[in-house]
């Protein structure tokens, strides 16, 4: 099994930047692939920003130029730099690891609790 936990959300001003962070620990070999959701109030949960153990990355067209995600293997987490946040970024922030081998299983996606982000203008 494999345990999520975020840290690093919290209150931005329009323009101002926050920085994700996210670890990753439990039972397991590797994680291929980890990356972040978001959920803002009333909408589905949509894809900000993965990346997978073979180096490829893709953006929602909404935070292109504007975050970056990047990743510790070796301390298995994963983190997303916000930059010129703006108000439209407020949402629910949850890291998520897929394709994690066990030693004998793959298993994914597992989810982490969530973290706010709120962007006031």
């Known amino acids: 099994q494999v345990q999520l936990v975020e840290s690093g959300g919290g209150l931005a001003q329009v323009g101002g930047s926050l920085r994700l962070s996210c670890a990753a620990s439990g039972t397991f070999l590797t994680i291929n692939v980890m990356g972040w959701y978001r959920q803002a109030q009333g909408k589905e949960r949509e894809l900000v920003a993965r990346l997978n153990s073979g180096g490829s990355i893709r953006y929602a067209d909404s935070v292109k130029g504007r975050f970056t995600i990047s990743s510790d293997s070796a301390n298995n987490m994963a983190n997303l730099q916000m930059n010129n946040l703006k108000s439209e970024d407020t949402a629910v922030y949850y890291c998520?690891?897929?394709?994690?081998?066990?030693?004998?299983?793959?298993?994914?996606?597992?989810w982490g609790q969530g973290t706010q982000v709120t962007v006031s203008s």
């Open positions: 998520y690891a897929d394709r994690i081998w066990a030693g004998s299983t793959w298993y994914g996606p597992t």
